[in-house]
């Protein structure tokens, strides 16, 4: 089932206006490497969509454990100047 879909379906369920920055989500884009075209996330399948986040979130959790271990590595040589430079 497409998202734009499922918030039709929850907004009349919940009798709540669907917030701004969801139908500017569901009008947004992203770029599909299979598909080689952007396409627009409300005609996307919810669990497409998922896998997009779930991709995103294990990239930024990537690059944080980088960015944590370039940040160690450089307080482990700033020791070491402060050490010979006393």
Do not use: W
């Not at 299979?34 to 409300?42: A, T």
């Not at 980088?66 to 590595?73: C, F, L």
């Amino acid at each position: 089932m497409k998202l734009s879909e499922i918030v039709k379906i929850t907004r009349v369920l919940s009798d709540k206006k669907t917030p701004c920055d969801i139908v500017n989500f569901l009008e947004s884009e992203h770029y599909s490497e299979s598909l080689q075209k952007n396409i627009c996330y409300g005609d996307l399948d919810l669990y497409h969509v998922l896998r997009i986040f779930l991709k995103y979130s294990r990239d930024n959790l990537e690059s944080n454990a980088n960015t944590t271990a370039t940040i160690n590595r450089l307080e482990t040589k700033l020791s070491s100047i402060r050490e010979i430079t006393g």
